[in-house]
């Protein structure tokens, strides 16, 4: 597993991470997400010890990844796909980083034919698409078979047969027990393969959780539409409901839709619409981050009689 803790890491007068706490589990893949400059990256280069911490720490099955005697046996980590030297083959690239510890000549071969490269194995890694240079940089990941994987933002490059494969596949790892941690600023895109989420902000826990632990705190709205309007506001001024109007339908925040209905039968109020609707995990992750983001862009208003 993975343990950060108290982690801090200021560049000199700013701090990248500050007193970041939180642990990976095996057997489940977790999502670090944070919007651009958030501290994702430079959490995850101080685990792989590329960077020191200013304090607190960061360790692999309890050591730090500096004191592992052979460390891709023990994680496996994707940063960046384009870290490649251009004049060698896959298959070489692969093969130095399986002499450097010690992994045999066949496991090259078994991962490229896992991440779909066999047939482009001797082609210069500097001819490799986006997509492929992310492929050959999992394949680099997985190569000693190791219990702990990273990723930092796999996603890109990857055409629309590649994301649902890397989904998959992600699932498999955590399946077979492994412990995933996979980095990205799009809550949409972890909301389908990951079970459970850290979220950052200026280099600070911002909430923690499981898919449905976040759920649950997303806004709910319960939407009613009834034929006696002017009934279902007294209702709602007595029972202190909070509500607002959208055309013929009242939107209520923070009640239950069970408790409306059990009201209105009690009242003999006739109900056109009872509804439920939550905010999505990206809505609620937009919400959480909003103070977060470092450059945000105005949206154009449209001027009238414009082509579009």
């Known amino acids: 597993?993975?343990?950060v803790?108290?982690?801090?890491?200021?560049?000199?007068?700013?701090?990248?991470?500050?007193?970041?706490?939180?642990?990976?589990?095996?057997?489940?893949?977790?999502?670090?997400?944070?919007?651009?400059?958030?501290?994702?990256?430079?959490?995850?280069?101080?685990?792989?010890?590329l960077i020191r911490p200013t304090s607190g720490s960061a360790?692999?099955?309890g050591r730090p990844y500096r004191e592992l005697?052979?460390?891709?046996?023990?994680?496996?980590?994707?940063?960046?796909?384009?870290?490649?030297?251009?004049?060698?083959?896959?298959?070489?690239?692969?093969?130095?980083?399986?002499?450097a510890n010690a992994i045999s000549a066949q496991r090259v071969d078994e991962v490229l034919d896992i991440v779909g490269l066999t047939d482009v194995?001797?082609?210069?890694?500097?001819?490799?698409?986006?997509?492929?240079?992310?492929?050959?940089?999992i394949a680099a990941a997985?190569?000693?078979?190791?219990?702990?994987l990273m990723f930092d933002e796999p996603i890109n490059g990857l055409d629309p047969e590649g994301i649902r494969w890397i989904r998959e596949f992600f699932q498999s790892l955590a399946d077979e027990g492994r412990a995933v941690l996979v980095s990205s600023h799009l809550m949409s895109e972890m909301s389908l393969v990951a079970e459970r989420f850290i979220i950052i902000g200026r280099g600070q826990l911002i909430r923690e959780g499981s898919r449905d632990e976040l759920a649950k705190a997303s806004d709910q709205f319960v939407f009613v539409r009834t034929p006696?309007?002017?009934?279902?506001?007294?209702?709602?001024?007595?029972?202190?409901?909070a509500y607002r109007e959208e055309g013929e339908t009242f939107v209520l925040e923070h009640v239950f839709a069970s408790e409306v209905g059990e009201i209105a039968f009690a009242h003999q109020l006739p109900l056109h619409e009872l509804s439920t609707k939550s905010s999505s995990l990206e809505d609620l992750f937009m919400k959480l981050t909003a103070d977060s983001v470092e450059y945000v862009g105005k949206q154009r208003e449209r001027r009238k009689g414009a082509n579009r």
Do not use: C, Y
């Open 228 to 241: 006696h309007r002017e009934t279902f506001k007294e209702i709602a001024a007595r029972e202190n409901w």
């Open 142 to 148: 997985i190569l000693g078979d190791p219990g702990i």
């Open 1 to 3: 597993m993975i343990t």
């Open 121 to 137: 194995a001797d082609q210069r890694a500097g001819k490799f698409s986006l997509g492929m240079s992310q492929r050959l940089g």
């Open 69 to 99: 005697e052979f460390p891709m046996r023990e994680v496996g980590a994707l940063l960046d796909a384009k870290a490649v030297h251009p004049g060698r083959s896959a298959r070489h690239h692969l093969k130095s980083l399986a002499t």
């Open 59 to 61: 360790t692999i099955n």
């Open 5 to 49: 803790s108290h982690l801090t890491k200021r560049f000199g007068d700013r701090a990248a991470v500050s007193d970041l706490t939180f642990s990976v589990n095996p057997g489940v893949v977790t999502g670090f997400l944070g919007p651009n400059g958030s501290g994702k990256s430079t959490t995850m280069r101080v685990i792989l010890g």
